[in-house]
């Protein structure tokens, strides 16, 4: 079974610049989370979907936006970049609807911002 | 709300001994997850092992065990049998049972070094 993937693995964008990432579970895993990973401020929720809907939200601005397709894919996209989103993107998916479900984390997508 | 706080920063040990992990959390549910993730220099995170509140047995998966203290919120992990597929950066792991979420709260993550 193929792990979660995400794409591209890594990027360098310019202040002011908006950028989309992508997201594929596991299949057959419904509910997908995103997190952002930085030296300073370690891994912080962003959101969570599931079936297309968003059930929960960090602590964000609004530039900080995403969604869910009918297969599951996730993108999340940040508009007007800014240098402190220079991060580590990383996405988890999980079958959802048991408490007991293990989440799985793709390798991540590295940002740069110049 | 939920905080996770490593208390250790970095820590090492010597191949094949053994070495404890602290986490401590604050919460007022008192129904929720708890989880170890390692993420090796590659960047991959994944589950080592996970313990329900409810549960009072301690997990343990093959060399890797907790010390869940519920009272004083406290989850420890300890590996033994240390190997140099180890080393790597452990993150404390959050998750309520209310709401149905999956959201994670992590702590600030511990750096472990194995000397051969």
């Known amino acids: 079974k193929a792990g979660v993937t995400q794409t591209p693995r890594y990027l360098i964008k310019t202040r002011g610049q908006q950028v989309t990432l992508s997201c594929s579970p596991i299949?057959?895993?419904?509910?997908v989370s995103w997190y952002q990973q930085t030296p300073g401020q370690g891994l912080q929720f962003l959101f969570e979907?599931?079936?297309?809907?968003?059930?929960n939200k960090g602590n964000f601005p609004g530039r900080f936006s995403g969604r869910q397709f009918s297969n599951s894919r996730s993108e999340m996209n940040v508009s007007t970049l800014e240098l402190g989103d220079s991060a580590l993107y990383l996405c988890?998916?999980?079958?959802?609807?048991?408490?007991?479900?293990?989440?799985?984390f793709g390798p991540g997508t590295r940002l740069t911002v110049l | 709300a939920q905080t996770v706080t490593q208390s250790q920063p970095e820590m090492s040990v010597q191949e094949a001994e053994t070495v404890t992990l602290s986490c401590t959390y604050d919460?007022?549910?008192?129904?929720?997850?708890l989880f170890w993730y390692k993420q090796p220099p590659s960047r991959q995170m994944i589950l080592v092992i996970r313990?329900?509140?409810?549960?009072?047995q301690n997990a343990t998966e093959n060399r890797f065990s907790v010390n869940f203290q519920k009272a004083a919120k406290s989850f420890s992990l300890k590996i033994s049998d240390s190997q140099l597929g180890d080393a790597a950066m452990y993150f404390c792991?959050?998750?309520?049972?209310?709401?149905?979420?999956?959201?994670?709260?992590f702590g600030k993550g511990t750096k472990l070094t194995v000397n051969p």
């Open positions: 988890a998916s999980s079958l959802a609807l048991r408490l007991n479900n293990e989440q799985f």
């Open positions: 299949s057959g895993h419904r509910s």
């Open positions: 979907y599931f079936s297309e809907t968003q059930r």
């Open positions: 919460t007022s549910e008192s129904d929720y997850y």
């Open positions: 313990q329900e509140a409810y549960k009072q």
């Open positions: 792991a959050y998750r309520a049972t209310q709401g149905g979420s999956e959201k994670l709260v």
